[in-house]
């Protein structure tokens, strides 16, 4: 972390306000995250915001998701590293497949249980699913697999958000140790390959610009 600091701190009088205020942001909202290993729902949403702060768009519209696509492409592209791919195949292979395997961080699983959806049409869009999953592994495809994890954390982040958890539940603390350790270690290296690559990753403004009225 101390690393990650003292790289943006040497290289913020390259980049643009906008870009520097999603990084800063960012970063205070990971600094965070780290000292509340026994508040793993806070833990949690802390590190969601962090990521929602570098990437500063909605996931929610079909055309946003198809971006945010494009933003996990770009990303690993740019980790000359390959840092996400030792992550994601080696470090912590096993966390993400019982992550993409559990139906309760699967969207249409709670769909079905607000009667929105048959339990035929969940079972089928799981199955579905994991054929996807089964083909992402099989071809070490990153992109397509962190897509997948985002799309999973974001229906976790929802279940928080919204009021469907209950603080320090027992229920959900596997997925929620799973996707915390997962982003724990994504981020950073996220916002490594950010401020290494400004010119082709400066997704523009943030949300919620820094305003001053007098």
Same mark, same amino acid.
């Given at each position: 972390?101390?690393?990650?600091?003292?790289? #943006?701190?040497?290289?913020?009088?390259? *980049?643009?306000?906008? %870009?520097? @205020?999603?990084?800063?942001?960012?970063?205070?909202?990971?600094?965070?995250?780290?000292?509340?290993?026994?508040?793993?729902?806070?833990?949690?949403?802390?590190?969601?915001?962090? *990521?929602?702060?570098?990437?500063? /768009?909605?996931?929610?519209? @079909? $055309?946003?998701?198809?971006?945010?696509?494009? %933003?996990?492409?770009?990303?690993?592209?740019?980790?000359?590293?390959? $840092?996400?791919?030792?992550?994601?195949?080696?470090?912590?292979? +096993?966390?993400?497949?019982?992550?993409? &395997?559990?139906? #309760?961080? %699967?969207?249409? %699983?709670?769909? *079905?249980?607000?009667? /929105?959806?048959?339990?035929?049409?969940? /079972?089928?869009?799981?199955?579905? &699913?994991?054929?996807?999953? +089964?083909?992402?592994?099989?071809?070490?495809?990153?992109?397509?697999?962190?897509?997948?994890?985002?799309?999973?954390? !974001?229906?976790?982040?929802?279940?928080?958000? +919204?009021?469907?958890?209950? !603080?320090?539940?027992?229920?959900?603390?596997?997925?929620?140790?799973?996707?915390?350790?997962?982003?724990?270690?994504?981020?950073?290296?996220?916002?490594?390959?950010?401020?290494?690559?400004?010119?082709?990753?400066?997704?523009?403004?943030?949300?919620?610009?820094?305003?001053?009225?007098?």
């Amino acid at each position: 972390m101390l690393v990650l600091e003292e790289t #943006y701190k040497s290289k913020k009088a390259q *980049f643009s306000d906008s %870009f520097n @205020l999603r990084i800063h942001r960012g970063l205070s909202w990971l600094k965070q995250a780290v000292l509340l290993d026994d508040a793993l729902d806070l833990k949690f949403i802390s590190l969601w915001i962090s *990521f929602n702060a570098i990437y500063a /768009k909605d996931l929610h519209e @079909l $055309k946003d998701r198809q971006q945010f696509r494009k %933003f996990l492409s770009d990303i690993c592209q740019a980790d000359t590293e390959h $840092k996400i791919y030792h992550l994601i195949w080696t470090k912590y292979s +096993h966390a993400i497949r019982i992550l993409l &395997d559990n139906h #309760y961080t %699967f969207q249409p %699983f709670w769909d *079905f249980q607000n009667q /929105k959806i048959s339990q035929q049409d969940w /079972k089928m869009s799981f199955e579905q &699913d994991k054929i996807k999953v +089964h083909r992402a592994l099989q071809q070490k495809d990153s992109v397509e697999v962190l897509y997948i994890i985002f799309n999973r954390l !974001y229906t976790l982040r929802n279940q928080i958000m +919204h009021g469907g958890s209950t !603080y320090k539940s027992s229920i959900n603390r596997s997925q929620l140790q799973d996707s915390s350790n997962i982003l724990t270690a994504l981020l950073p290296i996220f916002m490594h390959v950010l401020l290494e690559n400004e010119k082709i990753l400066d997704l523009g403004k943030p949300f919620y610009p820094v305003v001053q009225v007098s």
